[in-house]
């Protein structure tokens, strides 16, 4: 394979892993934008999205399976937020955080406990693992384009839901001015345990859509939130249309980190663009100081 084909192989690899870190960036997003909460426990629902499929899957066609994936596992985000989140109301940032971090372990655990350790995956939802799609010299698996679509898709409904619907600007609302979105008779628990759900959903689509390509694991949680969590900083806190480009921006520093660096340090370049934002842009590369972002999308 010649330079420029070995450079398109690393950006669509790049392009497919930023995919997948955007998703989980939005969802750390839209629970951070209504609740100001870190939730730590964002990887842990892509997780339990892929085992969850992947155990419905026996019993139920893939498309049935998929849905009741991302269901049981929204369900799942709206039962912690009621019970372990709504009754917090003064604690601080660091508290919470800690909570997200022990949950993260208990679902880990628990999932450890449910599907043991072996490594499990859906079928591919389309072609097989050694079918593949050429572009321009370089190959791409039929599911990145499931992975690449869903995306798209979430990103487009997202937009659509924030800026349109009713529900959609409540959150806004309670994310930009909590009292004044009481005052106005917005339900702000509600829209609390919505973000939690949503947050869940998206979490559940990705760990499905993934799981052909990455496989499913009970550990495989925890390094896709410290992904997301790094790509939701670089791209602006608060923002969950910047979490894409942040998201994109941290797969293709990994990707080509590959080249140039061993295995081992194949988490560094993520890590490394992070510290340089947070340094020189602390709000992120496309957020704004002090919120304004949120309240603007």
């Known amino acids: 394979m010649d330079a420029g084909n070995l450079t398109l192989q690393y950006l669509l690899s790049g392009i497919t892993k930023g ?3 955007a998703v989980v960036a939005i969802g750390f997003n839209l629970i951070y934008s209504a609740t100001g909460v870190l939730n730590f426990a964002q990887g842990e629902f892509v997780m339990l999205g892929g085992m969850v499929a992947v155990t419905l899957a026996h019993f139920v066609p893939l498309p049935v399976a998929v849905a009741g994936a991302v269901v049981i596992v929204a369900l799942v985000g709206c039962l912690l937020e009621v019970l372990f989140f709504r009754k917090l109301r003064h604690h ?20 450890l406990h449910i599907w043991d350790e072996k490594v499990r995956s859906l079928p591919y939802f389309t072609g097989n693992e050694i079918s593949s799609i050429k572009l321009f010299g370089a190959a791409i698996s039929p599911q990145v384009i499931w992975v690449l679509a869903t995306v798209a898709v979430t990103v487009a409904a997202l937009h659509v839901f924030l800026k349109f619907t009713l529900p959609g600007r409540a959150m806004r609302a309670c994310s930009s001015n909590p009292e004044a979105a009481m005052l106005a008779g917005i339900n702000i628990p509600n829209m609390r345990t919505l973000s939690f759900g949503l947050s869940a959903a998206l979490g559940a689509l990705a760990g499905c859509v993934i799981s052909p390509i990455t496989m499913t694991h009970y550990e495989s949680g925890a390094p896709l939130a410290i992904k997301g969590f790094a790509a939701a900083i670089v791209g602006g806190l608060g923002n969950p249309m910047a979490a894409v480009l942040g998201g994109l921006l941290v797969g293709v520093l990994e990707a080509f980190s590959v080249s140039r660096l061993p295995a081992a340090y194949n988490d560094v370049s993520a890590f490394a663009i992070l510290l340089l934002v947070l340094f020189v842009r602390p709000h992120g590369l496309f957020g704004r100081p002090g919120g304004e972002a949120v309240r603007e999308h």
Do not use: F, K, N, R
């Not at 601080?92 to 999932?111: F, N, P, R």
């Open 92 to 111: 601080s940032v660091l508290h919470l955080i800690i909570i997200t971090i022990g949950l993260s372990i208990v679902i880990q655990e628990a999932a």
């Open 19 to 21: 995919s997948i870190y």
